[in-house]
């Protein structure tokens, strides 16, 4: 089959070859995609600090917002904290997978203080 193609003005005239679509049997494929591929690429300049959110005031925690395993994305929220009975929501410091919460509704915790890890 040939196709006349105009590109940046100029025309091209090409012979192309239609094949028929055919997908190959499942066990010339065998290619296995592990799971780090379907995980969200970390930037260069993500520090391993910046994947610890830390709570930033001293108070009692009213509700956790995410899971072990949970998909998040930067400024989503992930705790909760009632300090002199003002709510503030703590948002994730950067997109990446939940790896570990370490706080529960009605734990007190301080400045600085580890309230879930990101990977």
């Known amino acids: 089959m040939r196709l006349l193609i105009t590109l940046q003005g100029q ?14 049997p499942d ?21 391993e600090e910046d994947r610890i959110c830390r709570s930033p005031i001293a108070g009692a925690i009213v509700s956790v917002e995410v899971t072990v395993g949970a998909r998040i994305h930067k400024d ?6 009632d300090a002199m009975k003002m709510e503030s929501v703590v948002g994730a410091p950067i997109d990446g ?9 009605g ?13």
């Open 11 to 24: 025309s091209y005239e090409v012979e192309v070859e239609v094949l028929p679509d055919t997908t190959p």
């Open 27 to 47: 066990d010339e494929t065998g290619v296995a995609i592990p799971d780090s591929v379907l995980r969200p690429p970390l930037l260069p300049d993500i520090r």
């Open 76 to 81: 989503d929220p992930l705790a909760t904290i």
């Open 97 to 105: 997978i939940v790896e570990e919460v370490s706080v529960v509704p």
């Open 107 to 119: 734990d007190a915790v301080k400045p600085g203080q580890v309230l879930c890890r990101l990977s």
